[in-house]
């Protein structure tokens, strides 16, 4: 059980953590959290958030914790307004708004080896997209050699509802922003790399950005790709 003294250091930590990703600014690495944690208000605690958690809360509410559904905050930041700003340590995926706000929306993130840095662009935007696993997925997971030539879209597919195909340049990069058919892993490290979003919020996330808007995906520990 934490003192009152380790909750309000865990706590400043998160506030300087939040603070410098909402300047859009990455300075290296900060102190790591072992895992995903969420705010218990019965218990005014920090609390350990994993993927058995994450089943059971699902499981009791029909929908993520409350810091990861969709909601406006207060955000400063130098970027523009319709930048998407990704936090992949608190699981945060921000819209940047007018006036100092952005819509945030939860995600689900690569899993330790599958993290990534970087700055990019979106390419293309598709409405229930056909997934098509990379060759190297292909190579390592069973479950995805067996649509190495497509899995046409539906509620089960992997890319969920919409997704955003992040470019580098005209080069796709193969990651996408996209949907899920496992709404549960909202907020965890379960990705191969791509960032993954309820179904109802990516749909709402691809009627507001348009082609050619920016991405800045900021996650400690991850490889870097280009530009952060």
Not at 58 to 66: G, L
Not at 112 to 118: D, H, N, V
Not at 122 to 141: L, Q
Not at 164 to 190: C, M, S
Request: hydrophobic content about 40%.
């Amino acid at each position: 059980m934490r003192t009152r003294n380790g909750l309000s250091k865990a706590k400043k930590a998160r506030k300087l953590a939040v603070a410098l990703i909402a300047a859009g600014v990455c300075i290296g690495p900060l102190a790591a959290w072992a895992q995903t944690q969420i705010y218990d208000s019965k218990t005014h605690t920090w609390v350990n958030y994993d993927k058995k958690k994450a089943r059971q809360y699902y499981a009791r509410n029909n929908q993520a914790p409350e810091a990861f559904r969709m909601q406006t905050v207060t955000f400063r930041t130098a970027e523009p307004p319709g930048t998407i700003i990704i936090d992949g340590n608190q699981h945060f995926l921000y819209l940047v708004q007018p006036g100092g706000q952005a819509i945030r929306y939860g995600i689900g993130v690569g899993r330790e080896g599958f993290g990534w840095a970087g700055i990019v662009r979106v390419g293309r935007t598709a409405e229930w997209p056909v997934w098509t696993p990379p060759a190297e997925m292909v190579a390592r997971d069973p479950n995805a050699a067996k649509w190495a030539a497509g899995m046409p879209g539906g509620p089960e597919n992997p890319l969920g509802a919409r997704a955003l195909y992040l470019y580098e340049g005209d080069q796709d990069t193969i990651y996408r922003i996209h949907g899920t058919a496992e709404p549960w892993t909202i907020g965890l490290d379960v990705s191969s790399g791509c960032i993954r979003m309820n179904n109802n919020d990516i749909v709402d996330l691809a009627s507001r950005i348009k082609i050619g808007a920016k991405v800045i995906v900021l996650m400690q520990g991850a490889a870097l790709y280009k530009g952060v």
